[in-house]
């Protein structure tokens, strides 16, 4: 005879052959595992509740706001189906299940009114979804007239941000003022990506040959999370973002410091050796410095393979597509990392091993790191 | 049949005659016979699948993980997603379809044996090209937008960090192919051209089915046998095959466009050149949605026939539910772009179809609430198919329930490519089809065997893996929501996620552990298994009406049917108050039926056995190699010899009668021979 | 025949309103043809979508259409039903000779159609330059007619199977009166599909503004 409680699960005999058990043990034995079932789902829901940093649950400003608050009624409107249709299954074999005692069923063939009934209520329930979904569709998708717009390309596996109106490029890492809305005016250099800040907005394709258009706003400063969500090749989860939310008199310093080139490096000086090493390695191939003498600017055609602009690379607080420096990681440490192997780090890189020294590598890391 | 005099009696070859071995099954023509090799090769690709899953489960299972390369990490979830749906699934349901539609209906074989033949051969070979990839297919790093990029050994030397690199050479676009990335410039090795090729195939296999099944459930349905008296399952049967009829065609278009990009150059997605790789989204979702509807209609059929039975009631609201499944396929036509929600479409679009998905709540709801009607007031027995059937209906409408949140745009735009979206899918395709296919093998496992499988076991593997499916797929539409991508082979310490993903990773083993158990039940069932006699299960409908194991002339005397659940009221009255009451001499009965069945009164004259089926399919996965390799000469020939080889066998088809003559067939009294068509449809 | 069939129904127990009535194969070949409808549907469609898209390369299939040259040859295609017609016309008034030649005779104006499309696809890529590789919408042209192609090319092949079968026997026996009706159908089929496509692709496509 198997344990009580296994009589809940349907019993390990078949039910045909089955003794039946003492009405009373059963439902004794019934109760205590659903009460052992809502526990254990209770504990379950405790464990590592704490958002993470990707989280969509903690919108930081109107536009994810208003789908987090789309996205709670229809939860638990979905909550309230998911427990009438679970429990009336349970109810059922609960009390239907043949015990040998009550003959056979009566043979139901349907109900008229009941098949209109389970008709129309969900209609009338999606109905009253759908309207504030199609408002909301609305609202979200098209960007205010004086938004500052930025220009978002995708790379196989990183996003570029062009700001047309100071004119200069960065990576990895969108600075917005804080407050207001940032129109990102997106394509695509190469597949498909997808373009993904979770406590700002929703997701938007980045597509060759097309435009889309994201609107972006937090409330508060503060760094905020983001990665390439759609499938964009080899290396594709480590297509990271952030977004750097500063108040706008920061943005405006930080725009008019960016606008400018970077110091060139005084000949002798450990950064003069990085200078010279970015250049001898052919990283100008493909990176673009601006100096502050623009005829020395190192500058990439247009229509060439272009990885990140590296102008003012020390003002980024992470780089290789927002994967590095890893959680503990020192920045140093993190560019040895990268410049020693690129591929390593991040498979399929177009940035190549270009067998660096360790002087080589320490010196470039210097002199990048000069860059505010 | 008097045509046969005047067919050919001799054709090139001798014709095959072996009733048992190998050639027995190579030249079958049988539909059980197919249907059980379907279901075999369906389960090994579910094996085959699982093991993706676990290599990928066990990666994930730790942050920053180094378990896999990148590159094999991407292979394993584009063959994994292909495997399951194209090889298992899909196969799966064939199985079931080929197996139990002519018994559902009372008829003696499908409408077209040979092509019924042809289609499963050309399914083997398309999978086995498919697979093929792994030995000879190659995967090159991308060559960037212009050509520039992509310098030689970016790869370091493995492919990057992790191990099992040589599983990176095999298709790496996901089994939604998103072009560009998908394409010439980026995927630039032959092994998505082994995926678009193989899916090529095996969409022609299933086209010929469908066509086929069509035909079978529009014209042999048994006497008596109406539309609405035909079981529910093979009302899906039918609506399916519909919905292959008409997505198929456009998924075949897509592939076409992107073979001839990779193979020949037209420039359909090559966003540089002007070509729109939105498009393919368009093209491959507007079959997509529907495949989703291919792969859970049947087995919301098989759960319609497994819940009355256990329940010892009739199907609540019979023509509620095949109407439902009617409309479900209808609608499922019209909601495809709320997979590309994220895709900047424009938001009237976008409103549109999120109105239309929306909808498709209405007859899913009516579904369900009509098998739990079913169940009410029932006298419930809970053997193991009907507890696969009870978890089909809890989980299906789990993943019910997390689709409507996706028709809300705005949440859709946070929760696509998501694992959300993954949680999602598994409940309705794991909790939803896989349960219900496991409840279809429980349940008409004495079909093919004669006996009952297991309870114990059977339980033991239920419970195992609807703990394990929790386990493992609820956690994701947390994972989901905190920001988890899809398709990622790494993930930051940082993010939090990692200890959801070990409770999916133990999940997903406990999946495979339920697994291993079924199959032992399933072996050791065929053998040792309780006798099951004509009717284990007090069922319902006319397939229980012959003998088990189902001899291979199906019914000795097919049914004359007489109102829904045809075998029940054979056996069952109903008393003042409705309920059922068994009539004094039903075992009588039941032992007459089977007394009838088991002894034909004239010989049955079936369709002899085939070759041409065979080789005529093997054609087509020759002349596929020639066009992935068709610069070389070899290739070139390759191409000619598998276009001689088909064409070959289908003259050798044309010219072989589907039956040989045989004695007293101008003798219409006696002549039982199964009404297949006067002669066989090698044309379409 | 029809007497034939409705009597082995009778005695196989499936009274006629149990099943459509109609043969298995032809069917078979309606529903195949179904699928086949949305096949060109979404070629089509996919050159309607590319045709008149601006800023491609080389020249788009609008410009360089020989509307005159493609009207003969749809016309050819148009009069090859007609002669499916009279085939099959002849073979129920059990004409064999007449149905052998109206066979002859839809395979050679099928023919004569493919000849037209190889000259026309010809001219195209010698003349003005338009390759399959050119840009989408001329990738889009070629897929489309060249499957058109490919499955009058199929029809030609089965036409001329029956028409050597109807020689070699002297007549044609009811299982290939049977076949004479499901490769009418298909070729019927063929025909209309090319209506459609020179309508819709050849007259009334323009090349962007």
């Given at each position: 005879?198997?344990?009580?409680?296994?009589?809940?699960?349907?019993?390990?005999?078949?039910?045909?052959?089955?003794?039946?058990?003492?009405?009373?043990?059963?439902?004794?034995?019934?109760?205590?595992?659903?009460?052992?079932?809502?526990?254990?789902?209770?504990?379950?829901?405790?464990?590592?509740?704490?958002?993470?940093?990707?989280?969509?649950?903690?919108?930081?400003?109107?536009?994810?706001?208003?789908?987090?608050?789309?996205?709670?009624?229809?939860?638990?409107?979905?909550?309230?189906?998911?427990?009438?249709?679970?429990?009336?299954?349970?109810?059922?074999?609960?009390?239907?299940?043949?015990?040998?005692?009550?003959?056979?069923?009566?043979?139901?063939?349907?109900?008229?009114?009941?098949?209109?009934?389970?008709?129309?209520?969900?209609?009338?329930?999606?109905?009253?979804?759908?309207?504030?979904?199609?408002?909301?569709?609305?609202?979200?998708?098209?960007?205010?007239?004086?938004?500052?717009?930025?220009?978002?390309?995708?790379?196989?596996?990183?996003?570029?941000?062009?700001?047309?109106?100071?004119?200069?490029?960065?990576?990895?890492?969108?600075?917005?003022?804080?407050?207001?809305?940032?129109?990102?005016?997106?394509?695509?250099?190469?597949?498909?990506?997808?373009?993904?800040?979770?406590?700002?907005?929703?997701?938007?394709?980045?597509?060759?040959?097309?435009?889309?258009?994201?609107?972006?706003?937090?409330?508060?400063?503060?760094?905020?999370?983001?990665?390439?969500?759609?499938?964009?090749?080899?290396?594709?989860?480590?297509?990271?973002?952030?977004?750097?939310?500063?108040?706008?008199?920061?943005?405006?310093?930080?725009?008019?410091?960016?606008?400018?080139?970077?110091?060139?490096?005084?000949?002798?000086?450990?950064?003069?050796?990085?200078?010279?090493?970015?250049?001898?390695?052919?990283?100008?191939?493909?990176?673009?410095?601006?100096?502050?003498?623009?005829?020395?600017?190192?500058?990439?055609?247009?229509?060439?393979?272009?990885?990140?602009?590296?102008?003012?690379?020390?003002?980024?607080?992470?780089?290789?597509?927002?994967?590095?420096?890893?959680?503990?990681?020192?920045?140093?440490?993190?560019?040895?990392?990268?410049?020693?192997?690129?591929?390593?780090?991040?498979?399929?890189?177009?940035?190549?091993?270009?067998?660096?020294?360790?002087?080589?590598?320490?010196?470039?890391?210097?002199?990048?790191?000069?860059?505010? | 049949?008097?045509?046969?005099?005047?067919?050919?009696?001799?054709?090139?070859?001798?014709?095959?005659?072996?009733?048992?071995?190998?050639?027995?099954?190579?030249?079958?023509?049988?539909?059980?016979?197919?249907?059980?090799?379907?279901?075999?090769?369906?389960?090994?690709?579910?094996?085959?699948?699982?093991?993706?899953?676990?290599?990928?489960?066990?990666?994930?299972?730790?942050?920053?993980?180094?378990?896999?390369?990148?590159?094999?990490?991407?292979?394993?979830?584009?063959?994994?997603?292909?495997?399951?749906?194209?090889?298992?699934?899909?196969?799966?349901?064939?199985?079931?379809?080929?197996?139990?539609?002519?018994?559902?209906?009372?008829?003696?074989?499908?409408?077209?044996?040979?092509?019924?033949?042809?289609?499963?051969?050309?399914?083997?070979?398309?999978?086995?090209?498919?697979?093929?990839?792994?030995?000879?297919?190659?995967?090159?790093?991308?060559?960037?937008?212009?050509?520039?990029?992509?310098?030689?050994?970016?790869?370091?030397?493995?492919?990057?960090?992790?191990?099992?690199?040589?599983?990176?050479?095999?298709?790496?676009?996901?089994?939604?192919?998103?072009?560009?990335?998908?394409?010439?410039?980026?995927?630039?090795?032959?092994?998505?051209?082994?995926?678009?090729?193989?899916?090529?195939?095996?969409?022609?296999?299933?086209?010929?089915?469908?066509?086929n099944f069509v035909v079978t459930v529009l014209n042999l349905r048994a006497k008596g046998m109406r539309l609405l008296r035909m079981p529910v399952f093979a009302w899906m049967t039918t609506v399916t095959s519909f919905l292959l009829l008409f997505s198929l065609p456009i998924i075949a278009v897509a592939l076409f466009m992107v073979t001839f990009d990779r193979q020949?150059?037209?420039?359909?997605?090559?966003?540089?050149?002007?070509?729109?790789?939105?498009?393919?989204?368009?093209?491959?979702?507007?079959?997509?949605?529907?495949?989703?509807?291919?792969?859970?209609?049947?087995?919301?059929?098989?759960?319609?026939?497994?819940?009355?039975?256990?329940?010892?009631?009739?199907?609540?609201?019979?023509?509620?539910?095949?109407?439902?499944?009617?409309?479900?396929?209808?609608?499922?036509?019209?909601?495809?772009?709320?997979?590309?929600?994220?895709?900047?479409?424009?938001?009237?679009?976008?409103?549109?179809?999120?109105?239309?998905?929306?909808?498709?709540?209405?007859?899913?709801?009516?579904?369900?609430?009509?098998?739990?009607?079913?169940?009410?007031?029932?006298?419930?027995?809970?053997?193991?198919?009907?507890?696969?059937?009870?978890?089909?209906?809890?989980?299906?409408?789990?993943?019910?329930?997390?689709?409507?949140?996706?028709?809300?745009?705005?949440?859709?735009?946070?929760?696509?490519?998501?694992?959300?979206?993954?949680?999602?899918?598994?409940?309705?395709?794991?909790?939803?089809?896989?349960?219900?296919?496991?409840?279809?093998?429980?349940?008409?496992?004495?079909?093919?065997?004669?006996?009952?499988?297991?309870?114990?076991?059977?339980?033991?593997?239920?419970?195992?893996?609807?703990?394990?499916?929790?386990?493992?797929?609820?956690?994701?539409?947390?994972?989901?929501?905190?920001?988890?991508?899809?398709?990622?082979?790494?993930?930051?310490?940082?993010?939090?996620?990692?200890?959801?993903?070990?409770?999916?990773?133990?999940?997903?083993?406990?999946?495979?552990?339920?697994?291993?158990?079924?199959?032992?039940?399933?072996?050791?069932?065929?053998?040792?298994?309780?006798?099951?006699?004509?009717?284990?299960?007090?069922?319902?409908?006319?397939?229980?009406?012959?003998?088990?194991?189902?001899?291979?002339?199906?019914?000795?005397?097919?049914?004359?049917?007489?109102?829904?659940?045809?075998?029940?009221?054979?056996?069952?009255?109903?008393?003042?108050?409705?309920?059922?009451?068994?009539?004094?001499?039903?075992?009588?009965?039941?032992?007459?039926?089977?007394?009838?069945?088991?002894?034909?009164?004239?010989?049955?004259?079936?369709?002899?056995?085939?070759?041409?089926?065979?080789?005529?399919?093997?054609?087509?996965?020759?002349?596929?190699?020639?066009?992935?390799?068709?610069?070389?000469?070899?290739?070139?020939?390759?191409?000619?010899?598998?276009?001689?080889?088909?064409?070959?066998?289908?003259?050798?088809?044309?010219?072989?009668?589907?039956?040989?003559?045989?004695?007293?067939?101008?003798?219409?009294?006696?002549?039982?021979?199964?009404?297949?068509?006067?002669?066989?449809g090698h044309d379409g | 025949m029809a007497d034939l069939a409705h009597e082995q129904t009778m005695d196989l127990g499936h009274p006629e309103h149990e099943s459509t009535g109609v043969d298995n194969r032809k069917l078979g070949m309606w529903a195949f043809l179904s699928s086949e409808f949305l096949f060109f549907g979404a070629l089509i469609s996919n050159y309607l979508?590319?045709?008149?898209?601006?800023?491609?390369?080389?020249?788009?299939?609008?410009?360089?259409?020989?509307?005159?040259?493609?009207?003969?040859?749809?016309?050819?295609?148009?009069?090859?039903?007609?002669?499916?017609?009279?085939?099959?016309?002849?073979?129920?008034?059990?004409?064999?000779?007449?149905?052998?030649?109206?066979?002859?005779?839809?395979?050679?104006?099928?023919?004569?159609?493919?000849?037209?499309?190889?000259?026309?696809?010809?001219?195209?890529?010698?003349?003005?330059?338009?390759?399959?590789?050119?840009?989408?919408?001329?990738?889009?042209?070629?897929?489309?007619?060249?499957?058109?192609?490919?499955?009058?090319?199929?029809?030609?092949?089965?036409?001329?199977?029956?028409?050597?079968?109807?020689?070699?026997?002297?007549?044609?026996?009811?299982?290939?009166?049977?076949?004479?009706?499901?490769?009418?159908?298909?070729?019927?089929?063929?025909?209309?599909?090319?209506?459609?496509?020179?309508?819709?692709?050849?007259?009334?496509?323009?090349?962007?503004?």
């Amino acid at each position: 005879m198997p344990p009580s409680w296994v009589k809940l699960f349907g019993g390990l005999e078949s039910p045909y052959d089955a003794e039946p058990m003492p009405r009373s043990r059963q439902r004794v034995a019934r109760l205590g595992a659903l009460i052992g079932a809502a526990v254990l789902l209770g504990a379950c829901s405790f464990i590592g509740i704490e958002d993470a940093p990707l989280t969509t649950f903690e919108p930081a400003g109107p536009f994810a706001e208003k789908i987090d608050n789309l996205f709670w009624p229809v939860f638990w409107i979905a909550t309230g189906v998911f427990v009438l249709v679970e429990g009336a299954i349970l109810v059922a074999v609960f009390l239907f299940r043949d015990r040998g005692r009550d003959g056979e069923a009566k043979q139901l063939h349907g109900s008229p009114k009941l098949e209109v009934l389970w008709t129309v209520i969900p209609a009338l329930i999606l109905a009253g979804i759908a309207v504030p979904t199609t408002a909301a569709v609305f609202d979200l998708t098209e960007c205010g007239s004086d938004a500052i717009e930025i220009q978002v390309t995708g790379h196989q596996w990183w996003f570029e941000y062009h700001y047309p109106e100071a004119g200069f490029d960065t990576a990895n890492v969108m600075v917005i003022p804080a407050g207001e809305e940032v129109c990102a005016r997106m394509t695509s250099d190469d597949v498909i990506h997808n373009f993904w800040i979770p406590a700002l907005n929703g997701k938007r394709y980045l597509i060759p040959g097309q435009t889309t258009e994201l609107r972006l706003q937090a409330d508060e400063p503060g760094e905020y999370w983001g990665h390439c969500a759609e499938f964009c090749g080899l290396s594709h989860s480590l297509m990271r973002a952030r977004v750097l939310a500063v108040t706008p008199a920061e943005y405006e310093a930080w725009l008019s410091a960016q606008q400018g080139g970077a110091p060139v490096p005084v000949e002798g000086t450990p950064e003069w050796d990085g200078f010279q090493v970015f250049q001898a390695k052919g990283c100008t191939q493909c990176h673009t410095v601006r100096l502050e003498d623009e005829s020395m600017s190192l500058v990439v055609a247009e229509d060439a393979f272009n990885g990140p602009e590296l102008t003012h690379f020390a003002s980024r607080s992470v780089f290789a597509g927002a994967i590095l420096p890893e959680e503990g990681q020192s920045r140093v440490d993190a560019l040895r990392q990268w410049l020693s192997d690129p591929p390593n780090t991040k498979p399929g890189s177009f940035m190549p091993n270009l067998a660096l020294t360790q002087q080589e590598i320490d010196s470039l890391i210097v002199w990048l790191d000069s860059n505010e | 049949m008097t045509a046969t005099a005047e067919r050919p009696t001799t054709t090139i070859f001798r014709r095959p005659s072996s009733t048992t071995g190998i050639w027995s099954w190579l030249t079958t023509v049988d539909h059980k016979r197919i249907g059980i090799m379907y279901g075999y090769a369906a389960f090994f690709f579910f094996l085959i699948g699982g093991i993706e899953a676990l290599l990928l489960r066990i990666q994930l299972a730790q942050a920053n993980s180094e378990f896999l390369t990148a590159g094999a990490y991407n292979a394993l979830f584009t063959m994994h997603g292909t495997t399951m749906i194209f090889l298992f699934v899909m196969p799966a349901s064939a199985a079931f379809m080929n197996y139990l539609l002519p018994l559902l209906i009372g008829a003696r074989d499908v409408a077209f044996p040979r092509l019924n033949a042809l289609s499963w051969w050309i399914f083997f070979f398309g999978a086995i090209f498919l697979y093929s990839t792994f030995f000879f297919g190659t995967s090159a790093a991308p060559v960037g937008v212009d050509g520039v990029g992509g310098i030689d050994g970016n790869l370091a030397a493995g492919g990057g960090p992790g191990s099992f690199n040589f599983l990176a050479d095999s298709p790496d676009g996901g089994w939604f192919g998103y072009q560009p990335n998908a394409g010439p410039l980026y995927s630039s090795g032959t092994a998505m051209d082994y995926w678009a090729l193989g899916l090529q195939i095996i969409g022609l296999a299933s086209l010929v089915s469908s066509v086929n099944f069509v035909v079978t459930v529009l014209n042999l349905r048994a006497k008596g046998m109406r539309l609405l008296r035909m079981p529910v399952f093979a009302w899906m049967t039918t609506v399916t095959s519909f919905l292959l009829l008409f997505s198929l065609p456009i998924i075949a278009v897509a592939l076409f466009m992107v073979t001839f990009d990779r193979q020949f150059g037209s420039l359909f997605f090559a966003a540089s050149n002007g070509g729109d790789p939105i498009l393919w989204q368009h093209l491959f979702w507007l079959f997509g949605h529907p495949e989703v509807y291919i792969l859970i209609l049947p087995a919301m059929g098989i759960v319609s026939e497994i819940l009355p039975t256990f329940s010892r009631k009739p199907l609540f609201g019979y023509s509620a539910v095949v109407f439902a499944g009617a409309a479900i396929a209808f609608l499922g036509f019209g909601v495809w772009a709320h997979h590309m929600f994220a895709s900047g479409i424009t938001p009237v679009a976008q409103a549109a179809f999120g109105l239309a998905t929306m909808t498709i709540a209405i007859p899913t709801g009516i579904k369900i609430f009509n098998w739990l009607g079913t169940m009410w007031m029932g006298r419930i027995h809970l053997d193991t198919p009907m507890l696969f059937a009870i978890g089909f209906v809890a989980m299906f409408t789990i993943g019910g329930l997390s689709g409507v949140t996706h028709a809300v745009v705005p949440s859709d735009w946070q929760q696509t490519d998501t694992y959300y979206i993954v949680a999602h899918f598994h409940y309705v395709l794991f909790g939803g089809a896989i349960f219900g296919l496991f409840g279809g093998l429980y349940y008409w496992f004495p079909k093919i065997s004669g006996r009952t499988m297991n309870e114990t076991l059977g339980k033991v593997h239920f419970w195992l893996m609807m703990l394990g499916f929790n386990l493992t797929f609820a956690p994701m539409h947390w994972l989901g929501l905190q920001g988890m991508v899809r398709r990622t082979w790494k993930y930051a310490p940082e993010t939090g996620l990692e200890p959801w993903n070990v409770a999916v990773t133990i999940g997903a083993f406990i999946i495979a552990l339920s697994v291993l158990i079924f199959m032992f039940n399933w072996f050791t069932s065929r053998r040792r298994g309780r006798p099951s006699g004509l009717d284990p299960w007090d069922a319902r409908t006319v397939e229980w009406m012959t003998p088990n194991p189902t001899p291979e002339y199906n019914f000795a005397v097919p049914p004359v049917v007489t109102r829904l659940d045809h075998f029940w009221h054979l056996k069952y009255d109903q008393d003042a108050e409705g309920r059922a009451a068994r009539k004094a001499d039903a075992d009588e009965i039941i032992a007459r039926i089977e007394h009838e069945q088991l002894n034909p009164a004239a010989p049955i004259h079936l369709p002899n056995p085939s070759y041409f089926p065979l080789v005529a399919a093997l054609g087509l996965p020759t002349m596929f190699y020639g066009i992935i390799y068709h610069d070389a000469l070899w290739a070139k020939a390759l191409i000619g010899v598998g276009a001689i080889i088909t064409l070959a066998a289908l003259i050798g088809w044309g010219m072989e009668p589907l039956e040989e003559p045989h004695e007293g067939h101008e003798d219409h009294e006696l002549d039982e021979e199964l009404e297949l068509a006067p002669g066989d449809g090698h044309d379409g | 025949m029809a007497d034939l069939a409705h009597e082995q129904t009778m005695d196989l127990g499936h009274p006629e309103h149990e099943s459509t009535g109609v043969d298995n194969r032809k069917l078979g070949m309606w529903a195949f043809l179904s699928s086949e409808f949305l096949f060109f549907g979404a070629l089509i469609s996919n050159y309607l979508l590319y045709s008149n898209r601006p800023g491609f390369a080389g020249v788009y299939p609008s410009e360089i259409y020989d509307i005159p040259f493609t009207s003969v040859s749809s016309f050819v295609l148009l009069m090859s039903s007609l002669t499916m017609v009279l085939a099959h016309n002849a073979l129920s008034r059990n004409d064999q000779g007449g149905t052998r030649t109206w066979l002859f005779a839809t395979a050679a104006l099928g023919s004569v159609f493919l000849g037209g499309q190889v000259f026309e696809f010809t001219e195209f890529i010698t003349l003005h330059d338009m390759k399959l590789t050119t840009n989408p919408a001329a990738s889009a042209f070629y897929l489309l007619t060249g499957f058109h192609g490919t499955h009058v090319a199929i029809g030609v092949i089965m036409l001329l199977s029956l028409w050597g079968i109807s020689r070699r026997q002297g007549e044609l026996s009811e299982k290939h009166g049977m076949n004479l009706e499901l490769v009418g159908l298909y070729w019927h089929f063929v025909d209309i599909i090319w209506i459609v496509i020179f309508t819709v692709v050849y007259l009334l496509s323009v090349p962007p503004v």
